[in-house]
């Protein structure tokens, strides 16, 4: 009756607070600096295309996606995509959010090792995320040496979830610092820098609770089999 087991809590809620907090932080933020309107007007899409512009990107596109907070780069297609609330909207929040995502199309540029690393073990991780704890359970449930290697297996699957979140937190810190970077060069004002800040930092401890909770699931993993052995 593992499914039941009081030390997962242990392992869950703690990653778990950190991530609603997290969550709090960012649309906390989002919604502050939403309201402060850019001194220039410049919407989050505008801002984008003259980061990308200056930095001799002519040919990535930018695009409007729907969904909240939903903006991303594509390294494949060389498309940036911002959502309704940062594409037309003249606000610090947008112009950051941008910022940061235009960050992401300048390390591709610059062949930025963290993002190649990150965008060549996708394809492991979609299939490792929901196989991987399938394959540990039916080894678990197996007794013997063939019932611990299937485990075993399982965990190393599920391991490149972790690998994966591990990977995107120097992407995701690189990309901001270089978004600062950019806006200062734009001239933004101090006031305004400070509200990109706030927004970009509470978004980049979001990333720190995926890594969280994935390390923590993976350990669960192992105290399971240590526990049984």
């Not at 992407?171 to 990109?196: H, I, T, Y």
Request: charged share 15%; hydrophobic share 50%.
């Amino acid at each position: 009756m593992w499914f039941f087991d009081p030390l997962y809590l242990l392992f869950a809620i703690p990653p778990l607070l950190l991530g609603l907090w997290a969550q709090f932080k960012v649309q906390s933020a989002f919604r502050r600096y939403s309201k402060m309107r850019t001194a220039s007007g410049i919407t989050g899409a505008q801002m984008a295309r003259m980061i990308l512009d200056r930095n001799g990107l002519h040919s990535v596109a930018v695009e409007r996606v729907g969904g909240m907070l939903t903006d991303h780069y594509d390294p494949s297609g060389k498309v940036l995509r911002l959502s309704e609330s940062v594409y037309g909207t003249p606000s610090v929040a947008a112009v950051g959010v941008a910022a940061h995502e235009a960050g992401h199309a300048l390390q591709d540029k610059m062949h930025y090792g963290p993002l190649r690393l990150r965008s060549a073990i996708v394809p492991a991780v979609s299939i490792g995320s929901w196989l991987g704890p399938i394959i540990f359970l039916v080894g678990f449930f197996m007794s013997g040496v063939t019932g611990n290697t299937i485990a075993i297996i399982g965990l190393l699957l599920f391991a490149m979830t972790a690998v994966f979140a591990l990977v995107t937190l120097p992407v995701e810190f690189d990309a901001s610092r270089r978004a600062k970077q950019q806006l200062v060069a734009m001239g933004l004002s101090p006031q305004e820098m400070k509200g990109v800040s706030e927004v970009l930092d509470a978004a980049a401890l979001t990333y720190v609770a995926a890594a969280v909770q994935a390390i923590m699931t993976m350990l669960y993993y192992v105290s399971l089999l240590t526990r049984r052995d």
